[in-house]
């Protein structure tokens, strides 16, 4: 029997894969034309190497083209500046998306802010930024999005929506936290954005109708934090030591909450592996999409809608 509390992030994001195939084919028969992908990747980071390999097999999956650029760790700040640039200026290249972390001596904030906003399918510049804080129409950070996705899902399933929930958000990170508050606000809830200092946060946590944990805690958030009946979506990947015997590998991923207590409580709850994750690639192919289409001045396929 299927575990109906259990938020199946992996079956959710494939759903949104199948829709972006299909609007990738109406592109092609209505304009004979495939979007295109650029990701840019520094360094060896073995995160960031699956992501970006993942990242690439799904976009071709999707029917779209993947372009990968790799620069070795002590790459120049002006090399990767140089190469967004030529990104920008292709007009074959509809995203542009840059792997982060970057290495130290690179300035991040410099080379995204390079990123020309129309191409930002990562939706971390200041005027996709400034547009979603505006409420104005723009792309949208990929986790957050994937985030609402799977929160909006879980409700449906119980014949509820968002509108009016407490969404409680643990984390204020640019890349997830501060614009999943945004977004989730754009669905009428009420919503709180805790943090490291927080005061009794346990409390505030047991308020959330919706909780989002986006810390990069391992188990940060205990099963007594949850209120009966929330929803808990958990953006948390950590590595830790794996203390089980029998495990064939010595570390293994867990999210920001305690999982199996959380169960215990929560209406409905996304696992790590398994849940948000994979939403993030399906969005930033959706993402691709719809800039390909705005940057034409294509009618986005309904199937997107
Ligand atoms: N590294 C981990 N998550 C992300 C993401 O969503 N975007 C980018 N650019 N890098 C990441």
Avoid at 56 to 73: I, N, Q, V
Avoid at 214 to 237: E, H, S
């Amino acid at each position: 029997m299927t575990d109906v509390s259990l938020i199946d992030g992996k079956a959710i994001a494939a759903d949104v894969r199948t829709e972006v195939a299909s609007a990738v084919a109406e592109l092609k028969s209505a304009h004979d034309y495939a979007p295109t992908l650029a990701v840019v990747l520094v360094g060896e980071d073995p995160a960031s190497q699956v992501y970006v390999r993942n990242k690439h097999k799904f976009t071709r999956e999707s029917g779209m083209r993947s372009l990968e650029h790799k620069f070795s760790e002590d790459v120049s700040e002006d090399s990767v500046v140089k190469l967004v640039r030529s990104l920008n200026a292709d007009p074959a290249v509809d995203g542009i998306l840059v792997q982060l972390p970057l290495p130290k001596h690179i300035n991040t904030d410099r080379v995204i802010g390079e990123i020309d906003p129309a191409k930002d399918v990562d939706g971390l510049t200041e005027i996709s930024a400034g547009r979603l804080s505006l409420g104005r129409e723009g792309l949208r950070p990929c986790t957050p999005v994937g985030s609402v996705i799977l929160a909006k899902k879980a409700l449906d399933f119980h014949g509820e929506s968002l509108s009016g929930k407490h969404c409680v958000i643990v984390g204020r990170s640019i890349l997830v936290g501060k614009p999943a508050a945004l977004l989730f606000l754009e669905e009428n809830c009420t919503v709180t954005i805790a943090h490291s200092r927080t005061q009794d946060l346990a409390y505030v946590c047991r308020s959330a109708d919706i909780l989002v944990a986006a810390v990069g805690r391992p188990l940060m958030v205990k099963g007594d934090w949850i209120k009966n009946g929330a929803v808990v979506i958990d953006v948390g990947i950590n590595r830790v030591p794996n203390t089980n015997p029998k495990a064939k590998r010595p570390t293994k991923l867990v999210g920001d909450v305690d999982f199996k207590a959380a169960k215990e409580n929560a209406l409905a709850i996304t696992p790590v592996p398994g849940g948000v994750g994979p939403m993030t690639i399906a969005c930033l192919l959706r993402n691709t999409v719809l800039a390909a289409c705005a940057r034409r001045d294509w009618d986005v396929p309904e199937v997107l809608l």
